[in-house]
């Protein structure tokens, strides 16, 4: 398994932004590497969804609902990956999970609290 460290979660205005990173401590670089990256989120009374992805190769995908406004990237000296959540609405308000995996392996950080509010 692999040990998930999440961060950047908190309390916004409509229309502001937040920044989202998972780190994945104790793993090597080359297991890092090999691992396809999300991000899910879960609101109270729903089911969780996937918000973003970015695999292995690098390819990133968004769920209609925050194309254009969310942005999902990697460091890999750091063994990180961030969300980067711009014009945020109240309707983004959740718990956001990370999430990395291989053939061996399917991990999830324990989540950070987003809410969007006024």
Known sequence: QVNL????????????????SCTASRSILS??????????RQAPGKQRELVASISSDGTTMYADSVKGRFTISKNN???????R???LKPE?????????????TD???RGTQVTVSS
């Not at 297991?31 to 899910?40: E, G, I, P, V």
């Not at 000296?77 to 969300?83: E, G, W």
């Open 107 to 109: 991990s999830w950080g």
């Open 77 to 83: 000296t750091k063994k990180t990956i961030y969300l």
């Open 5 to 20: 460290v999440e961060s950047g979660g908190g309390l916004v205005q409509p229309g502001g932004s937040l920044r989202l």
């Open 31 to 40: 297991t890092f590497l090999s691992f396809n990256k999300a991000y899910w």
């Open 92 to 104: 983004d308000t959740a718990v956001y999970y990370c999430n990395m995996a291989n053939d061996n």
């Open 85 to 87: 959540m711009d014009n």
